[in-house]
């Protein structure tokens, strides 16, 4: 699990293809103070395995199912890329639960200015993720948890300020280009809970998506 707390920016090394897999060599300095091999680190957002590292780097293994699923095949060598460890059982959570899972792409379509902050638009690939978003809820866009302003039925806004601009490759992104984006997991939980068929014969079993006192009662919860 992550928090969406950008530790460093690293540097895309070497890039191996064959066919939809990847092997990536990321350069860092951070995040290698405790590495290990088969440590999970987010790259851009993106759950990868530790599979070999030395003084300088880490190299990720990207499979195909990550490779259709995210923008990680669109990086080259030189890109900067967002780097963060998975979260330590007493670490501070400074940011939201971060799966690391990505669920879309989004084109960001317009930036802009706004005294001190810039705002992002973007527009999911998969517009079902949006339904998982709200006003001031939890994003996470290439590994940053980030704060929703605006959703609407085809893209949403998020606000950035001065720190984590910097600190992030959201500096170098521009309209056009490509982001992961993971929605907040609670929102996912709470619609497969909501929708789940309970197996049984009761009425209440056979109600699809209907959380009532009796449905409660009937499984155990009161």
Do not use: W
């Amino acid at each position: 699990m992550f928090t969406g707390i950008i530790e460093e920016i690293g540097s895309m090394r070497r890039i191996t293809r064959q066919g939809q897999a990847m092997i990536l060599t990321i350069g860092a300095r951070k995040i290698l103070e405790d590495v290990h091999l088969g440590d999970s680190i987010a790259v851009n957002g993106v759950c990868l395995t530790v599979v070999q590292y030395d003084e300088s780097s880490i190299t990720v293994d990207v499979m195909p199912e990550t490779f259709r699923r995210t923008s990680l095949h669109k990086l080259h060598v030189g890109d900067p890329v967002n780097l963060e460890r998975a979260m330590l059982a007493g670490g501070r959570f400074g940011g939201h639960i971060v799966q690391g899972h990505v669920d879309s792409t989004g084109l960001i379509t317009n930036r802009y200015q706004e005294e001190n902050a810039v705002v992002f638009q973007i527009e999911p690939s998969e517009l079902s993720i949006l339904k998982y978003m709200i006003p001031h809820g939890s994003i996470t866009i290439d590994g940053i948890s980030l704060t929703l302003v605006q959703v609407t039925e085809q893209s949403f806004t998020v606000s950035i300020i001065p720190h984590t601009l910097a600190q992030t490759i959201l500096q170098h992104k521009k309209a056009g280009d490509e982001v992961n984006l993971e929605a907040d997991v609670l929102g996912k939980y709470m619609e497969k809970l909501m929708n789940h068929r309970m197996p049984g014969s009761g009425e209440t079993a056979r109600k699809k998506g209907t959380l009532t006192e009796a449905f409660l009662a009937e499984n155990g919860f009161i």
